[in-house]
């Protein structure tokens, strides 16, 4: 079964940085491959749903829609993707030391059925790459910091 994973620490509130995740339309601005992202459902939470729109091989468009399963706040916010070709359950999961730092780990994790099977070095690399953008959401929120 594939899996992708990363972990950062972030200088801002633990507070700060799930409500910042938990409002998917934030993902244009820290994950690349997001085209489009509008929320899909009347509230935030456990169930909401997202239309995203992600940039696919030779820059083909692909859906990814996806909807919250779990919603603990400050601490796990869990998706599964409900649209495109590989259809991932992702994992957020967050702690904050004395310091006011906050570490995010993100996962993600497919079960690939049929044919999908044959894809799944290509969904690893995909997998992977997202995850390490956590790199990407790590400079956004440090440097939306007062004063910086």
């Not at 994992?91 to 099977?117: C, H, I, W, Y």
């Not at 690399?125 to 953008?133: C, P």
């Amino acid at each position: 079964m594939p899996h992708a994973e990363n972990t950062v620490t972030i200088s801002r509130p633990l507070q700060e940085v799930f409500d910042y995740l938990a409002d998917g339309t934030h993902n244009k601005d820290w994950r690349d491959g997001v085209l489009e992202i509008e929320r899909t459902s009347a509230d935030n939470g456990q169930g909401a749903t997202y239309r995203q729109v992600l940039a696919g091989p030779g820059g083909r468009r692909i859906d990814g829609d996806y909807r919250i399963t779990v919603f603990d706040p400050p601490r796990r916010l869990e998706f599964q993707v409900t649209a495109g070709p590989a259809r991932p359950v992702g994992t957020f999961e967050l702690s904050e030391n004395a310091d006011q730092l906050t570490k995010v780990r993100f996962s993600l994790e497919v079960n690939p059925a049929g044919l999908m099977k044959l894809m799944t070095p290509m969904i690893t690399k995909t997998m992977r790459h997202e995850v390490a953008q956590l790199g990407n959401l790590k400079t956004i929120l440090e440097r939306s910091q007062p004063g910086a």
